[in-house]
């Protein structure tokens, strides 16, 4: 089982992003000028963005941030794991080119620390996230395989009441459905 959990991380990604975007309202130099940002953009030889006193670009960005944290809480609280396990290698794979075309020196708009210090959080976010999700697949699989074990033992020593009878039976009427239509996709 995963140190941290899925729900965890994703938790944590959402507060974090909801802070940030609050920081950026209230005091966007605390964010540009963070030196953990400084020194990881330094490294990599990204050109520092500088603050603007007033600049309406920050309530634009915490809106964003925002709402990236919000689109991830409602399947988080709904314990969507199928969404999340779609989405996350996509933001992987998107993340790591915007990485690559900031550190090539693409378009100065793109290449600059702010950028940067986002991708490169989301990839650690992204990757924590992931690695538990399929520890937590792994997990889920192996507790329906017990359960289905446990149903099949009851169903032949004649120990199921009607509802778990029922529910089999829905249950292994599904599963020779899915065998039916993949002989059909593989013809």
Known sequence: MAILSSKLVNSIRVAFYAFVSYLLLTDPKSVLEYEGLIILASSMNMPLLLTTEGSSIYGALALLLFMTALSDLVPLLDANHGYFEATIPTRLLVHFALVFYSYMGGNPIISNSLIF?????????????????????????????KRALELKDKYERGELNEEEEEKLSKDLQEIEMKKIMREFEDK
């Open 117 to 145: 210090g986002y991708c490169f959080m989301e990839i650690w976010f992204s990757v924590l996230i992931f690695s538990s999700l399929r520890e937590e697949k792994v997990e889920r699989a192996k507790n329906e395989q």
